[in-house]
Nanobody, 133 residues
């Protein structure tokens, strides 16, 4: 069983940066695609970013929701069993609980980020990001 634990959330001012981490344990997840999702109060959970596995046929491809392109960067360090989400130029609209999730297939889900969550098999418990002055 794969366990995921997120960290790095907190309070940041608009325009600031945070780096989230998602550490996996229980199963080697090198062959899994991993995504970051967020859910704000009263809103649906939405996909933020996804990174495919590092195997040659997937090659660590990255995908982003339009709302975060150019501001967020996803990366993975398989030696540390960790996936990161670097978030820059944060706005109040980015405030949410951020979750990481793993898909047991090597490639990120197809289609819009809004539906990625249906493909995910394992979820962390989330970390809260608050953007406020």
């Amino acid at each position: 069983q794969l366990q995921l634990v997120e960290s790095g959330g907190g309070l940041v001012q608009p325009g600031g940066s945070l780096k989230l981490s998602c550490v996996a344990s229980g199963i080697t997840w090198d062959y899994y695609a991993v995504g970051w999702f967020r859910q704000a109060p009263g809103k649906e959970r939405e996909g933020v970013s996804c990174i495919s596995s590092s195997i040659p046929t997937s090659d660590g491809m990255t995908y982003y929701a339009d709302s975060v392109k150019g501001r967020f960067t996803i990366s993975r360090d398989n030696a540390k069993n960790t996936v990161y989400l670097q978030m820059n130029s944060l706005t109040p609209e980015d405030a949410a609980v951020y979750y990481c999730a793993a898909d047991i297939t090597p490639t990120c889900p197809p289609g819009r980020p809004a539906i990625w969550h249906y493909a995910m098999d394992y979820w962390g418990v989330g970390t809260l990001v608050t953007v406020s002055s």
